[in-house]
């Protein structure tokens, strides 16, 4: 199941070195490529604010 980053994100960075298939992209909020996440949960663990979570 992809994830997806809520509005909570404070564009931090903390999950953009932590998604092994390079699925999220830089911005105000943060956004996750639903066709691209393996579902793993690393950028979640990763987030300061608990901004991602599972769709």
Known sequence: MAYK???ECI???ACIDECPV???SEGDIYSINAD???GCGAC???CP???IVEE
């Open 36 to 38: 691209e996440c393996t």
């Open 44 to 46: 979640a663990d990763a």
């Open 11 to 13: 564009a931090c960075g």
């Open 22 to 24: 390079n699925a999220i």
């Open 5 to 7: 980053i809520t509005d």
């Open 49 to 51: 604010t608990g901004a």
